[in-house]
């Protein structure tokens, strides 16, 4: 008897430990407090080659940022040692939900994400400046470049200026050419124009990779022989709005091609199959979304938008249960842009 009388104090004496624990914990969570006028800015996410860009890419929106009166921007040495004291990995930390958090711990107001893309010879660059306390993109600018990695740095610098509501100059490598005639002077004596802006036609493509009714080619682009569509390989990379989502796939130019467009719901439903399963790459409180189609076509999250409307809100497929769904259409939760055209 006194035995069990012992047993039963001591696991009330653990009970309450563990409550203890739990409560001053919540309490500390309660007390973390942002500052408005601080911001972190982490290193870019490199969806193609060239990863070595990614922390230059940072410095140089540091660097903007820093020149401004209209923010404090934390240091690189500081973040390191305040996530490193909670034992914070900003490894493998790429999903939006993931660097909010982050910048919770850091104490910041808001933070800044970039990604930088490879669209054929083009890049596609986004910066986003996000609100740490309600997780929203407060302001959202996008660069294309076709020009050489060392060229970025100028897109970036715009991109960062873009946030502050700075003055933007337009670059020569992004500047689209035009000519100049005059009309005033009759067709044979006008001087015939030197370049104009043309779209550039689609290049042949080699085929690099098939999986059952699915073709992939070198040109970063998938065929689907069954339903005769042409999908990008990859989706936007980062969480987006339908708005932008929508934006991104008609600008979207894979394989030269200029008439791609946001998915109907059943152009997605068709491509779920619950026999092909990779993982993702967001984490969603802490955990991987398995994502249930052909690996040709990668999602680095498992909800993608699609062009149905009704109201504010907008539809989207979720690829790891396959359900048809809808959300706010502004809201920046974890979806993705998935562009895809006509393949005949």
Same mark, same amino acid.
């Given at each position: 008897?006194?035995?069990?009388?012992?047993?039963?104090?001591?696991?009330?004496?653990?009970?309450?430990?563990?409550?203890?624990?739990?409560?001053?914990?919540?309490?500390?969570?309660?007390?973390?407090?942002?500052?408005?006028?601080?911001?972190?800015?982490?290193?870019?996410?490199?969806?193609?080659?060239?990863?070595?860009?990614?922390?230059?890419?940072?410095? #140089? *929106?540091?660097?903007?940022?820093?020149?401004?009166? &209209?923010? /404090? %921007?934390? @240091?690189?040495?500081?973040?390191? $040692?305040? !996530?490193?004291?909670?034992?914070?990995?900003?490894?493998?930390?790429?999903?939006?939900?993931?660097?909010?958090?982050?910048?919770?711990?850091?104490?910041?107001?808001?933070?800044?994400?970039?990604?930088?893309?490879?669209?054929?010879?083009?890049?596609?660059?986004?910066?986003?400046?996000?609100?740490?306390?309600?997780? #929203? *993109?407060?302001?959202?600018?996008?660069?294309?470049? &076709?020009? /050489? %990695?060392? @060229?970025?740095?100028?897109?970036? $610098?715009? !991109?960062?200026?873009?946030?502050?509501?700075?003055?933007?100059?337009?670059?020569?490598?992004?500047?689209?050419?035009?000519?100049?005639?005059?009309?005033?002077?009759?067709?044979?004596?006008?001087?015939?124009?030197?370049?104009?802006?043309?779209?550039?036609?689609?290049?042949?493509?080699?085929?690099?990779?098939?999986?059952?009714?699915?073709?992939?080619?070198?040109?970063?682009?998938?065929?689907?022989?069954?339903?005769?569509?042409?999908?990008?390989?990859?989706?936007?990379?980062?969480?987006?709005?339908?708005?932008?989502?929508?934006?991104?796939?008609?600008?979207?130019?894979?394989?030269?091609?200029?008439?791609?467009?946001?998915?109907?719901?059943?152009?997605?439903?068709?491509?779920?199959?619950?026999?092909?399963?990779?993982?993702?790459?967001?984490?969603?409180?802490?955990?991987?979304?398995?994502?249930?189609?052909?690996?040709?076509?990668?999602?680095?999250?498992?909800?993608?938008?699609?062009?149905?409307?009704?109201?504010?809100?907008?539809?989207?497929?979720?690829?790891?249960?396959?359900?048809?769904?809808?959300?706010?259409?502004?809201?920046?939760?974890?979806?993705?842009?998935?562009?895809?055209?006509?393949?005949?």
């Amino acid at each position: 008897m006194k035995k069990a009388i012992k047993a039963l104090f001591v696991l009330l004496f653990i009970i309450l430990t563990i409550s203890g624990a739990l409560a001053a914990e919540k309490t500390n969570k309660s007390q973390i407090k942002t500052v408005d006028n601080y911001v972190a800015i982490f290193d870019f996410e490199v969806r193609d080659k060239d990863k070595d860009i990614s922390r230059p890419l940072a410095d #140089k *929106v540091i660097h903007v940022f820093s020149e401004s009166n &209209k923010y /404090e %921007v934390i @240091d690189r040495g500081n973040m390191n $040692k305040i !996530l490193g004291e909670q034992k914070f990995q900003m490894s493998g930390c790429v999903a939006q939900e993931c660097k909010v958090e982050a910048g919770q711990i850091l104490g910041v107001g808001k933070i800044v994400n970039g990604s930088v893309g490879l669209v054929g010879k083009t890049y596609y660059l986004t910066l986003q400046l996000i609100d740490v306390k309600t997780g #929203k *993109v407060e302001l959202s600018a996008e660069d294309t470049c &076709k020009c /050489e %990695v060392d @060229d970025l740095l100028d897109s970036t $610098k715009r !991109l960062a200026k873009k946030l502050l509501g700075e003055k933007v100059e337009e670059s020569a490598a992004t500047a689209p050419k035009s000519a100049t005639v005059d009309i005033t002077k009759p067709p044979e004596h006008r001087p015939m124009p030197t370049s104009i802006a043309i779209a550039p036609p689609a290049t042949p493509a080699k085929e690099t990779a098939r999986d059952g009714r699915f073709i992939a080619y070198d040109n970063r682009t998938v065929s689907d022989t069954r339903t005769n569509l042409m999908w990008a390989a990859k989706d936007n990379g980062s969480s987006i709005n339908w708005q932008d989502a929508k934006k991104y796939c008609e600008n979207y130019r894979g394989g030269g091609y200029t008439d791609w467009r946001m998915p109907t719901l059943d152009e997605l439903a068709e491509l779920y199959d619950k026999d092909k399963t990779y993982q993702s790459e967001c984490r969603v409180f802490f955990s991987t979304y398995a994502v249930h189609l052909t690996e040709l076509i990668r999602l680095t999250c498992s909800w993608v938008w699609a062009s149905e409307t009704r109201s504010s809100a907008a539809a989207y497929f979720e690829f790891y249960g396959g359900e048809r769904l809808w959300y706010n259409r502004s809201g920046g939760n974890v979806s993705r842009a998935l562009p895809v055209r006509s393949g005949k």
